[in-house]
């Protein structure tokens, strides 16, 4: 009896595995029918902010782009998937999409180091992956399948260097950085060749905390103790918040400075009014006056109970727009054509800029640096790449479904921002990347 | 020097938690030779028992804010409901079980913890919370650059005035001797007419609410809660609790401020001697080894002729 269990055991085992494998292979030819996308982040974790509002910016978007008639008449579908923050979970569920669900595409994820886990399994299928907000550079090294509609930590990292030498005037920082993250650590890699290589800053102190740490005093003393102007804490939300609180318990005067990794609705409830005085950069800003960017405002706060969309939604939405762009140009999802046409997008209007990939498929954009005073997110000033994206492309290449509104490129002259002074050296850069540029006269204060 | 300084409050900060949670730890320990696994979700539970019981109050008394009232409610409250929690595992799921071999019991327990976690993760949402400010956060500065702030005072002073409260619940009190005598012998105890499993639940309850109230503390200070709080501070603060002996209470508490002030102290200065920031939590770990090689009974433990 317990042998033929243990046969019926085996035998059902190998029909299940061999049902597995007969699936497993994600076909390159395009199905018809309906277009599976997959969305796959933290919806659940530590940082499932981040998840939350990549699912509702790339939601938005297959939503608009479904009710305008699809993608040449076919309709979108995104099929969702929580890691739950962690790069491990990250490859499972990109598995699970690309083999199970057939999906034709991915968006996702929004930290570094589950992109760069999920990445591989997607080049090895073919599946074109866009990231639309993870910034380490490693991330579309790994395949050319693999694309983002953000900006990348070289840039970012450069980005604060130059704000806090030339618009605080800081000639002493300290690093503080989460040595879990991929992120983290290339940024303030990116951070210290600008301030003291180009800038001729240097840095005092630099700590390490591990992601999931609550208490940071002894780091926080040690950075004290080296009296520092600014102290650079290239984290993600979850532990800035606590940082900065516990940064004001010890009495510490110096600004924190930050990235794109704490702008999520929750750092305010973490950090509270120690955030004030703090700086960071970030994609977009919510406050810009641009017509495109108020109206995706008032759009996504009507389908989400007034919540303001974050960098992170702003991205999503221009990554699954960015992806109908392409799949409306290749006429279907065939993987290297659809590849192929991703990789020549060139001038696309997104929301969050004018998005141009280049030969390592990154976008070239301007960064924004916001200052956090009274929970909010308050625009301070521009500053863009040295070497802009082409300029040659005509801007009419692209057409997006979703994208009948004004252009977005509301262009003010440089000058118009009242520290252009600081970043001219930067200012050279294409006349498409210097959108938020005008947004510093409304805000500044 | 005041950078020493700092970072010794940092530390014992820090190490005062660890013995407030390392006390019913090692009180469970004493009384049934069990490691309560899920005790570090104890502390977590306590925790968002007094986030709720925040808001409630700000809700309902109209006492948003700061203020020492809401902060002695949200505390007590907390610490309340965290015993009965600590009382329902006790009958639910060890009681059932306790009459089978210890490791039974120590499954269960990490049964209970894991389902614990997961619970609080599928109905809060396994992101971090900021938890109410219920003092007014000041700080105060001591010499030089050294400065205690208000939640560090509040964390020194409750959790002295808890160990005291609890050294004479267990030495002056007729249930603390009869949990004396369970810990002794428990079948004596019950020929003595002792109800056992009545000091076993009080037992489970005064842990319970202890590690509560570590949470509410801890919650000041650095003012994020999560559903999985409890695991790495949880078992620091078993390592604690081994440090100084585990069934010794003195000896908690000993253990939870060197652990504590020997991982700020990696923090602070383990970069002078290679040792990265980083490894503080390999310290602790590593504490533990060291003791269960050289000292396998903690520092105030005494040995014991094992039975066989």
Partial sequence: MRRTLIALGLTAALVAASGCTSRSTNNCTDPGGVIKVGVYGDLTGQTSSFGQSTRNGSQMAADEINAAGGINGRQVQLILEDDQGEPGKAATVVGKLVNQDQVRALIGEVASS???????????????????????????????????????????????????????????????????????????????????????????????????????????????????????????????????????????????????????????????????????????????????????????????????????????????????????????????????????????????????????????????????????????????????????????????????????????????????????????????????????????? | MDTFVQQLINGLNVGAIYALIALGYTMVYGILRLINFAHGDIYMVGAFAGYGLAYFIAAKLGLAGPSWAGLLIVLVGAMIVAALVGMAVERFAYRPVRKYSRMTTLITAIGVSLLIENLFVARYGGQGRGFPQLLQDDTYRLFGNAAISKSQILIFVVSIALMLLLQWIIYKTKVGTAMRAVSFNLNSAKLMGINTNLIITFTFALGSALAAAAGVLTAQYSPTIDPLMGITTGLKAFVAAVLGGIGNIPGAVLGGLLIGVAETMVVGYGANVGIASTYRDAVAFAILILVLLLRPSGLLGSTVQEKV
């Avoid at chain 1, 804490?233 to 005067?253: D, F, T």
């Avoid at chain 1, 005085?277 to 406050?287: A, E, L, R, T």
């Avoid at chain 1, 109970?305 to 006429?331: C, H, Q, S």
């Avoid at chain 1, 001038?347 to 070239?364: E, M, Q």
């Fill in chain 1, 114 to 445: 589950n992109s760069i886990a999920a990445a591989p399994t997607a080049q090895e299928a073919k599946v074109p992956m866009i990231s639309p907000s993870s910034t380490n550079p490693k991330v579309t090294q790994i395949g050319d399948y693999i694309f983002r509609v953000c900006f990348i930590d070289p840039f970012q990292g450069e980005v604060m260097a130059k704000f806090a030498a030339n618009t605080l005037k800081a000639k002493r920082a300290a690093i503080l950085f989460d040595s879990n993250s991929d992120y983290s650590k290339g940024l303030i890699q990116f951070f210290k060749s600008s301030f003291v290589d180009k800038l001729s800053g240097t840095v005092v102190a630099e700590q390490a905390y591990a992601q999931r740490d609550r208490d940071f005093t002894g780091q926080l003393t040690q950075i004290r103790s080296a009296n520092p102007d600014v102290i650079y804490v290239p984290g993600y939300y979850q532990e800035v918040g606590v940082i900065a609180k516990q940064a004001k318990q010890l009495g510490i005067k110096a600004p924190l400075l930050g990235g794109d990794g704490w702008d999520s609705p929750q750092l305010w409830d973490l950090g509270g009014e120690a955030l004030n005085g703090s700086f960071i950069s970030n994609h977009y800003s919510v406050d810009d006056p641009s017509p495109v960017i108020q109206d995706f405002v008032k759009r996504y706060k009507a389908k989400y109970n007034g919540t303001a969309p974050d960098a992170l939604a702003a991205l999503a939405y221009d990554a699954m727009m960015v992806l109908a762009d392409a799949i409306k140009r290749a006429n279907g999802t065939e993987c290297a054509a659809l590849r192929d046409a991703i990789a020549q997008t060139k001038d696309f209007k997104g929301i969050t800029g004018v998005i141009s990939l280049n030969a390592d498929r990154n976008a070239v954009k301007p960064a924004v640096v916001l200052e956090l005073r009274d929970k909010r997110f308050v625009y301070k000033e521009t500053i863009n790449p040295d070497s802009g994206p082409g300029t040659t492309a005509s801007p009419a290449a692209s057409t997006s479904p979703a994208n009948t509104n004004a252009s977005p490129t509301a262009n003010s002259s440089p000058a118009g921002n009242t520290s252009g002074g600081n970043t001219s050296a930067a200012n050279k850069a294409a006349p498409n990347t210097m959108r938020n540029a005008n947004a510093g006269n409304m805000n500044k204060p």
